[in-house]
T-cell receptor, first 115, second 115 residues
Framework: EAGVAQSPRYKIIEKRQSVAFWCNPI?????LYWYQQILGQGPKLLIQ????????DSQLPKDRFSAERLKGVDSTLKIQPAKLEDSAVYLC?????????????FGPGTRLTVT | AQTVTQSQPEMSVQEAETVTLSCTYD???????LFWYKQPPSRQMILVIR??????QNATENRFSVNFQKAAKSFSLKISDSQLGDAAMYFC????????????FGTGTRLQVFP
């Protein structure tokens, strides 16, 4: 079974530029998550999708971050414009469904450096 | 706000010995899930063990076991017969909300294993 795929693996941009990350979840997984992991901290949920609907985006900085999950499969996370404090690893995860403590499967992450 | 606290930034253990990683959490829910995730260097995060709060029996997975103290809101991970491959960041996480699968992560404990 293929795991969660993410691209790119690394990205370096200057502040005020825009960037987009892509995630392909495990086939058949209805729920998709984007987490932000700042160096020295645990991951923090940015947004959760159930199929192509948003379940939780309460911690997404909506003035600069946006995410979509078209057709309930792949997802993109965009930052525009980027700030220095957005430097982090962006993790995508997927699970079979929502509720009942389903295991979340994580991708390798995209390491973003904003200079 | 729900919080998860890992008070040990780093731990070390000799190969074949036993080590315990600590975690405390705060929740007002009566039923919830708790998890330990492992994040090896430059590799993706994987689930180590899961505990459902209403279950009295502590979860075990081969060499990994937990000591779940619900009243004290404590959830420690014990690794027996430590192996070099156990070296990683370990994150404790809670899943306090049955409406979403939002995970609240601690700051992590870096485990070093010495031969």
């Amino acid at each position: 079974e293929a795991g969660v795929a993410q691209s790119p693996r690394y990205k370096i941009i200057e502040k005020r530029q825009s960037v987009a990350f892509w995630c392909n979840p495990i086939s058949g997984h209805a729920t998709l998550y984007w987490y932000q992991q700042i160096l020295g901290q645990g991951p923090k949920l940015l947004i959760q999708f159930q199929n192509n609907g948003v379940v939780d985006d309460s911690q997404l900085p909506k003035d600069r971050f946006s995410a979509e999950r078209l057709k309930g499969v792949d997802s993109t996370l965009k930052i525009q414009p980027a700030k220095l404090e957005d430097s982090a690893v962006y993790l995508c995860a997927s699970s079979l469904a929502t509720g009942a403590g389903y295991e979340q499967y994580f991708g390798p992450g995209t390491r973003l450096t904003v200079t | 706000a729900q919080t998860v606290t890992q008070s040990q930034p780093e731990m070390s253990v000799q190969e074949a010995e036993t080590v315990t990683l600590s975690c405390t959490y705060d929740t007002s829910e009566s039923d919830y899930y708790l998890f330990w995730y492992k994040q090896p260097p430059s590799r993706q995060m994987i689930l180590v063990i899961r505990q459902e709060a209403y279950k009295q029996q502590n979860a075990t997975e081969n060499r990994f076991s937990v000591n779940f103290q619900k009243a004290a809101k404590s959830f420690s991970l014990k690794i027996s017969d430590s192996q070099l491959g156990d070296a990683a960041m370990y994150f404790c996480a809670s899943h306090p909300d049955y409406n979403t699968d939002k995970l609240i992560f601690g700051t992590g404990t870096r485990l070093q294993v010495f031969p």
